[in-house]
């Protein structure tokens, strides 16, 4: 099948020069990879306070998240230049495919290698974790293929916000957590929802900044749904309750002041980067401090349980 290219534009000219490892960094979009890597290291910190934390444990586990995350990311970005959903009009960052810069083919050859490397580590995590990671490991290929691809790719639906919570968040943490041997506290499962707040931000402001070209698609999602003014409300609001969610249940003292109101800070700063960036290109520059957001919690609550005793 043919898919429409992008017209070629100064941008995409200045593309055509870079070396072709470069345009594959840019397909795989890794300045957004802390959202998969992030939960694995917070689920290796609850089981290290413990005591039980394994390095080949935390090297498979960031490993099989990364790939998984970067197979989506190839995925999507050869089925969104098929449907036509990367026009001309697009605003978010290059997509490789619809510029004709990558072959479809090959990004595809590309998302399936991930997702042969991510089953693969998941083989060894499931000999130590059992049938649960064997459950967790095909849910989230399968949701990895789904997200883009079949009759209604969840992509362009108003769950994908909720999915990224689930997995990139709640399922991340308590799968990471298990696999070193620490039990599943409410702690453990509340600290994954409140880190896959910052990660649905992310999938919020790449649907808000889309909304128009999505719509006209056919896409239903949740920017959407809510409109304009409620999405910029939803980003901020995720990322105060992550903060504010993972201080309640990791502590505040005298000591962590100073870090929390450094987060804080950098939380206000992205609302309001949200609240007063028009639907353009420069929401793009959001997505990478979003992720960098969350592993910025991350320092927090692991700083709050060092020096909250």
Known sequence: MNMPLIPATDATEALRRLPRPALWVLAARLKTLALSITPVLAGTWLAAREGNWRAD????????????????????????????V???ERLGPPRMTALGLLDAGQVRKAAAAAFGLAALAGLFLASVGGWPIVVIGLASLLLGFLYSMGPYPLSATPV???LVIAFFGVVAVAATTWLHGSPLTGDVLWT??????????????NNHRDRVGDERNGRRTLAILIGEGASRVL??????????????????????????????????????????LPVSRALNGVLALTALYQLALLAV????????L
């Open 301 to 308: 609550f692991a700083l709050s349980d060092l020096l909250c």
């Open 57 to 84: 444990i935390l090297v498979a586990a960031m490993a099989s998240a990364a790939a998984i995350q970067i197979g989506t990311n190839l995925w999507n970005d050869a089925a969104d230049a098929q449907s036509g």
């Open 235 to 276: 980003f901020s609001l995720f990322n105060l309750a992550a903060l504010t969610g993972l201080l309640w249940i990791h502590g505040i003292c005298r000591e962590n002041a100073l870090a929390i109101a450094a987060v804080a800070i950098f939380a206000l700063f992205l609302s309001r980067r949200m609240s007063v």
């Open 192 to 205: 994954g929802m409140f880190l896959g707040l910052p990660a649905a931000s992310v999938l919020l402001v």
């Open 86 to 88: 990367d026009s001309g």
């Open 160 to 162: 994908g916000e909720l």
